[in-house]
């Protein structure tokens, strides 16, 4: 069965830092995997996507993520934060039936 | 283009009243459908999804039902509500999966407060 663990329930950086927000998946074939962001009382919007071609994946706003096998990882990252990257994201392993990771809280400070 | 409809974007329902939401989606034919509800700080549940029309899975037990009485129509459903079915309900398409993987769109969302 698939399963998609999201390491940090919160993840607290200040403006201008990196963000790194970590997920690990199983899954007994080729996963499809992907990252959401959910603003407050909004739906989700797809971030990025991995689907078997580059193992980097550049997504919107400067988000990239990173697949490694050998690890089961698919971290969420980005050189350096927003105010307004400040929202719940999801990890999402979508092969077959969507399975998500529970999210991470982004808090930015000033 | 494709797009997908959701409504209402907020409602507040009485315990024990009956419930209708509705998506739609527009500009694809045949998509897979899903129903997720979104818990107050938790994440989200798959509730029901559909490859087709009157094809119906449930992946959790519970006092909702869904229907798809049209190709681009999903409709989640309950005939009473309880206060724990409060929360934020989200639909979401995805492509048959024969024609690739490119993720799933959602909709914005329907915030259901039982009271």
């Known amino acids: 069965a698939q399963s998609v663990t999201q390491l940090d329930s919160h993840v607290s950086v200040s403006e201008g830092t990196p963000v790194l927000l970590r997920c690990n998946y199983s899954s007994s074939y080729s996963p499809s995997l992907f990252w959401y962001v959910q603003h407050p009382n909004k739906g989700l919007q797809l971030l990025l996507k991995y689907t078997s071609a580059a193992t980097l994946v550049k997504g919107i706003n400067g988000f990239e993520a990173e697949f490694k096998k050998s690890e089961t990882s698919f971290h969420l990252t980005k050189p350096s934060a927003h105010m307004s990257d400040a929202a719940e994201y999801f990890c999402?392993?979508?092969?077959?039936?969507?399975?998500f990771g529970r999210g991470t809280s982004l808090i930015v400070h000033p | 283009s494709q797009t997908i409809h959701q409504w209402p974007a907020t409602l507040v329902q009485p315990v024990g009243s009956p419930l209708s939401l509705e998506c739609t989606v527009e500009g694809t034919s045949n998509p897979n459908l899903y129903w997720y509800r979104q818990a107050a700080g938790r994440g989200l549940q798959l509730l029901f999804y559909s490859v087709g029309i009157g094809q119906i899975s449930s992946e959790v037990p519970q006092n909702l039902s869904a229907s798809r009485p049209q190709d681009r129509q999903f409709i989640l459903s309950s005939k009473k509500l309880l206060l724990s079915d409060s929360g934020f309900y989200l639909c979401?398409?995805?492509?048959?999966?024969?024609?690739?993987?490119?993720?799933?769109?959602f909709g914005s969302g329907t915030r259901l407060t039982v009271v």
């Open positions: 979401a398409w995805h492509r048959e999966r024969r024609k690739g993987n490119y993720g799933y769109t």
């Open positions: 999402v392993e979508g092969s077959y039936i969507p399975t």
